[in-house]
């Protein structure tokens, strides 16, 4: 029997051993964090975007296209002075005081709109950053625990041969301890492979190449001290960004009064007159130099009418989807509050079932030096540790999951 507990504690060891040497240099989510924020593709995209919406706030600082003209009299028209022979003109027209600030600022507030989508983009990577991170932790963890399990069905698949030989239990217990391993060896291939996919999509998070090179932490634990959470999620960039397209249309509403203004312009026209011939007059030939003042008066304003509608009604939806996504935000925040107080209580839970478990086969253990171990209870127990552990991981993920959750919505 001490041999038994030798090779039982040997092959323990050496799976424990095999399966965390490569985690000596695990990485920190932060710094998978900060490679995400730098790199990914989806947050440049938003920082490009930004920049455009910048930009076009020159573009709208113009005026409009100054007008030349230049005519040519097939029939000359004769005056006292001469025949006018062509006629060149120009013109300026300049918007109302105050057009050109209006469309600067009305700019400007539509950059600002897009400047929350890159803060949201980036919440949202990093949450995905950290739920992806947590699943390739549960993964690792489900396949040590696979492979603890297995450890220990190899010790009672020796036990059970060892009864076989003495008359104190059949072969069949035997296949059946041998069948269960072939279940969970399939079950730990499936795991392996799941978390080969999930390494695939982590690395894409962080715009690598390949998933070479990513690791995860050895432990993680469940803080002793919780932070505290936000009630008030008003900074929040999802509604911060309402708030910005509220103003935004506020500056619309002011370039359209300012746009609804008149146009004044200024203007020359020069004609060219030929001097009459034969002909002693004053002024003969002299040529014709006009300036010119014009206004552009709106008086058919339908259009701005229809548009300071527009922007009211604008003002409203934007007021309604501002507090739709407030519901639904305050919602997701008070289940993430909910489903972290509920993991902590079944890690907990199951942590003191996998105890109980282990004082169970402690006691199969010194059963079997001096009787015989009836082998379906051993199965029964080693699926009862193998389910209270896997509970326990998922209750685990499931608390960081919603940790996550909660730094998206209140940090």
């Known amino acids: 029997m001490k041999d038994l507990k030798i090779k039982y504690l040997s092959l323990f060891t050496l799976c424990f051993t095999l399966f965390t040497i490569p985690l000596a240099t695990a990485q920190n989510i932060e710094s998978y964090v900060s490679e995400a924020l730098e790199n990914n593709p989806t947050i440049k995209r938003f920082e490009w975007k930004h920049k455009l919406m910048q930009e076009k706030t020159n573009e709208v600082d113009n005026i409009p296209n100054t007008e030349f003209g230049l005519g040519y009299f097939v029939s000359k028209p004769e005056t006292r002075v001469g025949a006018q022979d062509f006629k060149v003109s120009v013109k300026q027209m300049f918007p109302w005081f105050g057009t050109i600030t209006s469309r600067e600022n009305y700019a400007n507030a539509v950059a600002e709109v897009s400047y929350e989508d890159i803060a949201i983009a980036q919440r949202k990577l990093v949450s995905d950053v950290h739920q992806s991170y947590y699943s390739l932790y549960t993964l690792k963890e489900q396949n040590k625990i696979i492979d603890e399990n297995l450890a220990l069905l190899k010790v009672y698949e020796t036990m059970a041969l060892a009864s076989v030989e003495s008359g104190k239990a059949t072969a069949v217990q035997v296949l059946r301890i041998q069948m269960r391993e072939n279940e969970l060896i399939a079950l730990k291939q499936e795991l392996l492979e799941t978390y080969q996919s999930e390494k695939t999509a982590f690395s894409k998070l962080l715009n690598r190449n390949s998933s070479d090179g990513i690791t995860v932490v050895d432990t993680l634990k469940i803080p002793k001290q919780e932070h505290v959470v936000l009630d008030s999620l008003n900074i929040h960039p999802e509604l911060i960004k309402f708030d910005k397209l509220y103003a935004s249309v506020e500056k619309s509403e002011l370039l359209n009064q300012k746009n609804k203004a008149p146009m004044l312009g200024i203007g020359l026209d020069y004609i060219s007159v030929t001097e009459r011939p034969n002909m002693t007059l004053a002024d003969n030939g002299k040529d014709i130099l006009m300036p010119m003042v014009t206004l552009s008066i709106p008086i058919f304003n339908k259009k701005y009418s229809s548009k300071t509608k527009q922007n009211q009604l604008a003002q409203k ?95």
């Open 317 to 411: 939806e934007i007021v309604s989807q501002k507090r739709e996504r407030q519901n639904k935000l305050e919602t997701l925040l008070s289940k993430a509050v909910h489903q972290k107080t509920s993991a902590k209580k079944s890690y907990d839970l199951q942590l003191q079932n996998i105890i109980k478990t282990k004082n169970a086969e402690e006691i199969l253990i010194k059963k079997y030096e001096t009787e015989n171990i009836d082998f379906y209870e051993v199965l029964e127990l080693q699926q009862l540790q193998l389910k209270f552990q896997m509970n326990q991981i998922a209750a685990l993920k499931k608390y960081f999951m919603a940790e996550t959750v909660i730094n998206y919505l209140s940090k």
